[in-house]
Nanobody
Framework: QVQLVESGGGLVQPGGSLRLSCAAS????????MGWYRQAPGKQREVVAT???????NYANSVKGRFTISRDNDKNTVYLQMNNLKPEDTAVYYC?????????WGQGTQVTVSS
């Protein structure tokens, strides 16, 4: 059974930083496009950042210049470095793995940005 396990969420003050990690198991990680999504209360889930199997990245306009997605194929892990966090970044962050029609989700990790 495929597993995506997120970690690194928490409470941080505005302007602070967090690094999320997502460890994948039971997939050929290097073949998958990986992504981070988030869902705030009362809102739809939205894409935050994605990285292809070849390493190409894409970001939502709201996080460009502040967030960085990266992957380590040796560790089967994808990261999201989040800097200069804002209260509007508060959400549950989900890891996603996608290959053709197969898609898997992690259980989510809460990020709260508040003073």
């Amino acid at each position: 059974q495929v597993q995506l396990v997120e970690s690194g969420g928490g409470l941080v003050q505005p302007g602070g930083s967090l690094r999320l990690s997502c460890a994948a198991s039971r997939i050929t990680f290097s073949r998958y496009a990986m992504g981070w999504y988030r869902q705030a209360p009362g809102k739809q889930r939205e894409v935050v950042a994605t990285v292809t199997s070849g390493g190409d990245t894409n970001y939502a306009n709201s996080v460009k210049g502040r967030f960085t997605i990266s992957r380590d194929n040796d560790k089967n892990t994808v990261y999201l470095q989040m800097n200069n966090l804002k209260p509007e970044d508060t959400a549950v962050y989900y890891c996603n793995a996608k290959l053709f029609t197969a898609a898997y989700w992690g259980q989510g990790t809460q990020v709260t940005v508040s003073s």
